[in-house]
C-alpha cells in the first residue's frame, strides 16, 4: 500500500515524533511504502515551554517532507492540494493536542475523501485545557473516515466529538528504538550515580499534571528515607522548577538528583537501565510512552490510577497501581523494596511486553 503519514517526525523531537518514525518503520516492514508529512514550523517560539524543539539525532532513514506549519494556512492548502492529487492508498495522521486542529483538520479536507483517512488518537482531550479545545477536536474528527485510540480512556472521550465512525483500540507498542539494556552497575557508573543505593526513575518532560510534586513529598517518608532510596529526575523541566526545589528544601531531601534538560536517545538505555522501578505518578494521563520505553528496558513499574495507565500495569505484577496521592505512592514503594519484588515483577515483566508489538498496531489500523 502506498500510505501518508502526518505527524512529527525528524528533526522535530519527543515522544510522538518518535511513535510516527518508528510506526513508519513497521509499515516499511510489511512491504508498504511509506511518506511522512511532518513540520516546517511545529509550535511557535512564544508557546513552546522547553529549550529547543529539535533533535540532533541522525535522521531515521525515511522519506520525510517538512512542509506543514502549523499556524500558516497557505501551507495547509499547498500540501492538501498536493495530497489530493496524489491519492494515498491510505493517510494516517496523528491526533495528540487541540492545537493542530485546524491545520490537520484543513488539510484533510482538502486532500478529499477518495484516500481513507484514519486518526491516530493520542489524545482528545488535553491534560492542560484550554479555550476552545473542543471546537478544535471537533472539527478535527469531521475530516477522518475512521480512529484508533491508543488507550480505552482516549476511546470513551471520543465520544464527545463522535459516535458514529467506525473506530479501533490497540495499545501503545513498545519503544524498541532507544538501544539495548546494560548492565546496573555500567549505567551508574556513566551517570555518576552510586551503585549500591536503591534507585527510582522519573523519567520524561516536566508539568504539573504528571506529579512530580507528589513524588517529592512521598520521598519524604521515613521508610523511604532510612532505605536512603535514590529518586533520578530525567527530563526538562517545562514548569518553573521553584515549586519542586521547595518541597526538596522543605524535607530536605538529599537523595534527589535532578537532571534538567531534555535526555538525548543515545543516553536513554542508560537511565533506565540504572533503575530498579520507574515512577509515574501523574494527575491525569491517557496512555504513556514512558511506560512502553520501561517494557522494553523490561523494568517494573508505577503509575497512577489515572486515564488508561492502569490498563497497562497489571497491579502487583509488573508494577503497582496506586492513588495519586503520596501516602499510596511511599506506600507502594516501600512495598517494592521490603518485600524484594524487582526479580519477580521483571519476570512478570517480560511476560507482559509480547502483547505491545508494533505489527500489531499494524495489522488493527489495516482492518480498521
Not at 210 to 236: C, F, S, T
Not at 291 to 302: A, C, D, R, S, V
Amino acid at each position: 500500500m502506498n500510505i501518508l503519514i502526518i505527524g512529527p517526525a525528524h528533526p522535530l523531537r519527543g515522544g510522538i515524533a518518535n511513535f510516527t518514525e518508528r510506526l513508519a518503520k513497521a509499515f516499511e516492514q510489511e512491504g508498504d511504502r511509506v511518506e511522512v508529512l511532518s513540520f516546517s514550523l511545529q509550535y511557535p517560539s512564544c508557546l513552546f515551554p522547553g529549550k529547543t524543539q529539535y533533535t540532533n539525532k541522525a535522521a531515521p532513514g525515511l522519506e520525510i517532507r517538512t512542509r506543514l506549519s502549523s499556524v500558516n494556512p497557505l501551507t495547509w492548502l499547498r500540501e492538501g492540494l498536493r495530497i489530493r492529487r496524489k491519492r494515498y492508498d491510505r493517510i494516517l495522521v496523528m491526533y495528540w493536542i487541540p492545537f493542530m486542529a485546524p491545520c490537520l483538520g484543513t488539510v484533510l479536507r482538502i486532500a478529499g475523501s477518495r484516500s481513507r483517512r484514519v486518526a491516530q488518537l493520542h489524545n482528545m482531550i488535553p491534560h492542560e485545557p484550554k479555550p476552545l479545545d473542543r471546537w478544535f477536536s471537533k472539527y478535527f474528527t469531521g475530516s477522518v473516515d475512521g480512529f484508533l485510540a491508543l488507550s480505552q480512556s482516549v476511546l470513551d472521550d471520543l465520544d464527545a466529538f463522535d459516535k458514529k465512525k467506525p473506530r479501533a483500540l490497540n495499545p501503545h507498542p513498545i519503544y524498541d528504538n532507544f538501544g539495548e539494556r546494560v548492565s546496573k552497575e555500567q549505567a551508574r557508573k556513566a551517570l555518576g550515580l552510586d551503585i549500591h543505593k536503591p534507585v527510582i526513575l522519573f523519567f520524561g518532560f516536566v508539568r504539573k499534571y504528571k506529579g512530580l510534586d507528589l513524588l517529592l513529598e512521598a520521598m519524604a517518608d521515613q521508610g523511604l528515607q532510612k532505605k536512603n532510596v535514590l529518586l533520578v529526575v530525567a527530563g526538562e523541566f517545562y514548569d518553573h522548577p521553584d515549586e519542586y526545589m521547595q518541597i526538596i528544601q522543605q524535607h530536605q531531601l538529599e537523595n534527589v538528583i535532578l537532571h534538567n534538560q531534555f535526555i538525548d536517545d543515545e543516553k536513554v538505555a542508560l537511565y533506565f537501565s540504572a533503575c530498579d522501578m520507574v515512577v509515574q505518578p501523574y494527575r491525569s494521563a491517557t496512555q504513556s510512552g514512558v511506560t512502553q520505553i520501561g517494557y522494553h528496558f523490561e523494568k517494573p513499574m508505577l503509575v497512577t490510577d489515572v486515564g488508561g495507565l492502569w490498563e497497562i500495569i497489571p497491579h502487583g505484577k509488573a508494577g503497582y497501581v496506586v492513588d495519586p496521592e503520596p501516602a499510596s505512592i511511599a506506600e507502594a514503594i516501600n512495598h517494592f523494596y521490603d518485600q524484594d519484588q524487582e526479580a519477580f515483577m521483571v519476570q512478570n515483566v517480560i511476560r507482559e511486553k509480547s502483547r505491545y508489538a508494533w505489527d500489531k498496531l499494524v495489522a488493527k489500523l489495516k482492518q480498521l
